[in-house]
């Protein structure tokens, strides 16, 4: 009877143990034919998985680097990966390099490009898809002008980091002796305010610019005429708004201080403008943080009706294809472009974020007020970035520079600009 008592009991506590064995932790399977479904223990994520260790490479200067690396020691103190941050020297062949690393097979795995560079390398076959390592959204999180700028083939190859659109920072007396609030809003008001200046005998000149940066060349044509294409494939096209913009720089060309931010020693272009030698000085937002004035304001134009007004230059993680450390690198980067950060980021650098949220609270954020709602509502500068476009851009900025010195005159500054050519 004992025994019979023993057994009944065993029996109640293994149904009872039976009932309480699927955990959090089980999915069920269901065989084909509708057999009776086997349970299988699924493993949490974070006690097996391997702690991922993989290479960064980057390109900054000293202040930035350090600050990232702060950022990545405090990734690894909250995790287990292991991540060896490079900071690579700025210079024209640097990405050069880079390729020629990817091509022996010797690259990092998470590298932070420019925009302009991304679809180069997607197209060489040397990175992987955002899709398959960063599983948060980036459409309608993440500026629409930056995911232009690092689509190709239908997919998007860059998670963006930061970015840097070109902005006009000016002396409001000196704009307010010339009749004027801000730097003009259109060509009709930029041929205006040449004019006035032209009457007037102080200012010795209208426009400073960094001769040197292709892309501020670029954004001074749209904004002299050259953005009034529509349906052009081509940034280089020379439509009757391109050759308006190029005859305009033409004629500014007297007035215009070319200067070179690197140079030794340091042209001190803000100083220029304070003491009431320049008016307007077109920058990269970041350069403001250096410039900072109660004596300067900042403009930045809305986009003409085609969408183009200032490049908007921007940076982006990007993962090798032969990278075996993916979904690691995915999870850094991530952390690396959460708002938080992304918030310290621009206090620090002066580089804009790249998170739509950021921008809606502006005041908390303390994004400036000159930032258009453009540039969070619309593909700005949405243009077709070509897989050649790093030797398209070479080949404009040898030209861009010998025109404004007066070496070459807009006639064959025009035609050999047509002659850049499109990707075939």
């Known amino acids: ?76 103190n909250q995790t287990a990966d292991q991540v060896d941050l490079v ?23 998470v590298l932070l490009l420019p925009n302009d560079w991304i679809r180069k390398f997607a197209s060489s076959g040397y990175l992987m898809p955002a899709e398959r390592y960063y599983s948060s959204p980036l459409t309608g999180e993440v500026l629409g002008a930056l995911l232009a700028q690092n689509e190709w083939n239908g997919y998007i190859w860059g998670v963006p980091f ?6 006009f920072a000016y002396n409001p007396d000196l704009i307010q002796e010339l009749g004027f609030d801000q730097p003009p809003k259109s ?3 930029w041929e205006r305010l040449l004019s006035a200046f032209k009457k007037q005998s102080q200012i010795p000149n209208l426009l400073a610019v960094d001769q ?43 007035y215009l201080l070319r200067y070179h931010v690197e140079a030794q020693p340091s042209p001190n272009v ?21 410039g900072q004035h109660p004596r300067m304001k ?37 952390e690396m472009t959460v708002a938080s950060k992304q918030r310290e980021w621009y206090e620090i650098t002066g580089h804009m974020p790249v998170l739509k949220s950021l921008y809606f609270d502006f005041e908390k ?16 500068d949405a243009l077709p970035v070509s897989s050649i476009l790093p030797e398209q851009i070479e080949q404009f900025s040898r030209l861009s520079i010998e025109f404004m010195n007066g070496h070459i005159g807009p006639e064959q500054y025009m035609k050999e600009i047509s002659q850049i050519g499109d990707e075939k």
């Open 365 to 380: 954020n303390k994004i400036p007020a000159w930032v258009p709602a453009s540039l969070v509502g619309s593909k700005s």
């Open 298 to 334: 900042i403009f930045m134009p809305e986009p003409g009706n085609t969408g183009k007004a200032m490049w908007n230059y921007g940076r982006s993680f990007v993962v090798s294809s032969k990278s075996s450390n993916a979904e690691a690198a995915g999870n850094w980067i991530m």
């Open 87 to 109: 900071n690579i020297p700025l210079g024209e062949q640097s990405h050069l390099t880079l390729l020629q690393q990817f091509e022996l097979g010797d690259s990092p795995d």
């Open 212 to 254: 040197t940066e292709p892309y501020a060349a670029l954004s001074l044509l749209w904004q002299f005429g050259g953005n009034t294409a529509t349906g052009s494939p081509s940034i280089f096209e020379i439509t009757e708004g391109m050759q308006r913009g190029i005859r305009f720089l033409e004629e500014i060309r007297p």
């Open 270 to 290: 803000w100083k220029r403008m304070y003491d009431g030698e320049v008016v307007i000085c077109l920058v990269r937002a970041s350069d403001i943080k250096n």
């Open 162 to 167: 930061d970015v840097d659109p070109y902005v």
């Open 187 to 189: 060509v009709d008001d």
């Open 1 to 76: 009877m004992k025994r019979r008592n023993h057994w009944v009991l065993f029996a109640i506590l293994l149904l009872a143990l039976i009932n309480l064995s699927p955990s959090k932790q089980s999915t069920l399977i269901r065989n084909e034919g509708d057999t009776i479904p086997e349970s299988m223990s699924l493993p949490n994520p974070k006690e097996v998985q391997e702690p991922g260790h993989f290479r960064v490479a980057v390109q900054m200067n000293e202040g930035e680097f350090l600050r990232l690396q702060q950022m990545n020691d405090e990734y690894m």
